[in-house]
């Protein structure tokens, strides 16, 4: 699948994975406390590469063990400002993923609180058809921009493992 053209803005590219079901729905994190689903993403360490970063965010985050194999390079799109998106795709069965075994292994430190939570409180499948229903506008203008025949294109997955299971 060929990356698609972007502005080229300057700042940082985050990292992350667009997990569809063939029922067209997405694979989502709610941040502990947000009220917007979002992606598995985040920032490379020094040293890896955007594929890398986004096999340890899912991880990290959810606790997702994915094959490097089956992601699809989506290539990058402008996201923020300052702020680009190098996605990568996966396609799974609708029933790939237990939500309910996924975990957050990573977390911050509530500047209000000063305590330390979990980074995703929650997990979903949320529908590609309604994404101004549960995610940001930039995200949603990002989703809706990648090519969703190209995604249903993907070799279907059964099952995805999780840490610890």
């Not at 955007?50 to 089956?70: F, K, M, S, T, Y």
């Not at 699809?72 to 998106?85: E, N, S, T, V």
């Not at 237990?98 to 979903?124: I, M, N, Q």
């Amino acid at each position: 699948m060929p990356a698609p053209a972007h502005a080229g803005g300057a700042g940082v590219v985050s990292c992350g994975v667009v997990i569809v079901t063939p029922l067209g729905d997405v694979f989502a994190c709610r941040a502990t406390g947000r009220g917007r689903w979002d992606l598995p993403k985040g920032l490379p360490e020094p040293g890896e590469t955007p594929r890398e970063a986004a096999l340890r965010e899912a991880a990290e985050e959810a606790g997702l063990i994915l094959d490097p194999a089956h992601l699809a390079d989506l290539g990058i799109h402008d996201y923020l400002p300052k702020k680009r998106l190098h996605l990568f795709g996966l396609r799974v069965a609708a029933d790939a993923i237990d939500l309910a075994r996924c975990r957050c292994r990573s977390t911050f430190v509530d500047a209000r609180s000063g305590r330390v939570l979990p980074e995703v409180s929650g997990y979903a499948w949320q529908p590609l058809g309604r994404l101004d229903a549960w995610c940001g506008k930039n995200l949603s203008r990002v989703l809706a921009g990648i090519d969703q025949a190209a995604l249903r294109r993907l070799p279907e997955i059964a099952g995805i493992g999780i840490i610890g299971s």
